[in-house]
Every structure is written in structure tokens, then in C-alpha cells.
């Protein structure tokens, strides 16, 4: 069975830092790509970061990047979240998801293969 287990959310001032885990069991890191997408409250969800399976390369949306640094540690079985720099618009729950498919990931697509429970980010001004 697939699992995704958050963690690392929490308040931060404008300006700080957090780093995100995602738990990662059930799955091959060969076969999904592994990534990040939030939602803010009343709003849609947004793609953030994402590993892909097939080039192991990073990809970011517009809005983090040169902020965030998605890595992960296969012997871990465990992917994180870097944000530096954070705004008060980074305020949102943080999935971890994985799909076959980057530009799903990208998009936060509604029918990701699977996705976790979520951690809160909340960013101060």
C-alpha cells in the first residue's frame, strides 16, 4: 500500500525557513515521479516541485523558484521540501504526491495516482 506522510509544517515569519519531509513507502521511486503541491484556504491547489522518475531532474512553478529545493534520499525513502525565503502567500497545506506523469505533478492535478494527508505551513508578515 502506497503511503505519503508529511511533516516539518509550522508558523514562520516572512523572510524564514522551513523544511518539509515527505515518508514515502509502498512504491519505487523508479517508477513515480515524487513531488510537492499545496493549497491554499478557498483557494485551488497549486503544483510547487516535483522529481522526475525518468531523468531525476527537479522542476519548480514560476512562483518558488530560486526559493525552494525539492531533493530525496532513496535509502530514505524520504523527499524534501527546502523553502527559503518565505511570503505570506506560501501560506497553505503542503501534499506530497507521486504520479507517472511531471506535468501532472506540475499542475496538481485533481487525479494524482496518490497523495498524503498534508502538512500547514502558515507565514507571518
Known amino acids: 500500500e502506497v503511503q505519503l506522510v508529511e511533516s516539518g509544517g509550522g508558523l514562520v515569519q516572512a523572510g524564514g525557513s522551513l523544511r518539509l519531509s515527505c515518508a514515502a513507502s509502498?512504491?519505487?521511486?523508479?517508477?513515480?515521479?515524487i513531488g510537492w503541491f499545496r493549497q491554499a484556504p478557498g483557494k485551488e491547489r497549486e503544483g510547487v516541485a516535483c522529481i522526475s522518475s525518468s531523468d531525476g531532474n527537479a522542476y519548480y512553478v514560476d512562483s518558488v523558484k530560486g526559493r525552494f529545493t525539492i531533493s530525496s534520499d532513496n535509502a530514505k525513502n524520504t523527499v524534501y521540501l527546502q523553502m527559503n525565503s518565505l511570503k505570506p502567500e506560501d501560506t497553505a497545506v503542503y501534499h506530497c504526491a507521486i504520479d507517472r506523469a511531471v506535468a501532472r505533478l506540475l499542475d496538481a492535478d485533481l487525479y494524482l495516482e496518490r497523495w498524503g494527508q498534508g502538512t500547514l505551513v502558515t507565514v507571518s508578515s
Open positions: 509502498g512504491f519505487s521511486f523508479d517508477d513515480y515521479s
